[in-house]
């Protein structure tokens, strides 16, 4: 590695990055709850907005939702789909969500 080149964060570093964040708490609401309502309680001003019923991820690998800071300035949101599996829909919130720390 060249000197004074910083190193690109592994998934490890960001998952502890994440964690080091998270009390037993908001770990579990995290896991039991709504991610969408236990996100907005612990960590506002995040808004949430679920899409319409139409997937926006059409059978490819990927999230149903976007992390939006235009909608309002003040006010970042996470779109995303509720008519999916539960999973999906935890998922989709949570990987949005923790974009927002790198």
């Known amino acids: 590695m060249e000197a004074g080149r910083a190193r690109s964060p592994t998934l490890e570093s960001i998952v502890n990055a994440l964690l080091a964040h998270l009390t037993d708490d908001i770990r579990g609401d995290l896991r039991s709850e709504d991610a969408a309502t236990a996100i907005e ?3 506002g001003p995040v808004g949430f907005q679920p899409l319409p019923s139409t997937r926006v991820a059409r059978g490819q690998c990927a999230t149903d939702g ?3 800071t235009q909608i309002d300035p003040s006010r970042p949101w996470i779109i ?3 008519d999916v599996h539960e999973t999906r829909v935890r998922f989709t919130i949570l990987m949005n969500w ?4 790198w």
């Not at 923790?98 to 720390?101: I, L």
């Open 98 to 101: 923790a974009t927002t720390f």
């Open 80 to 82: 995303y789909a509720d």
């Open 41 to 43: 309680l612990y960590f």
């Open 66 to 68: 976007y992390y939006d």
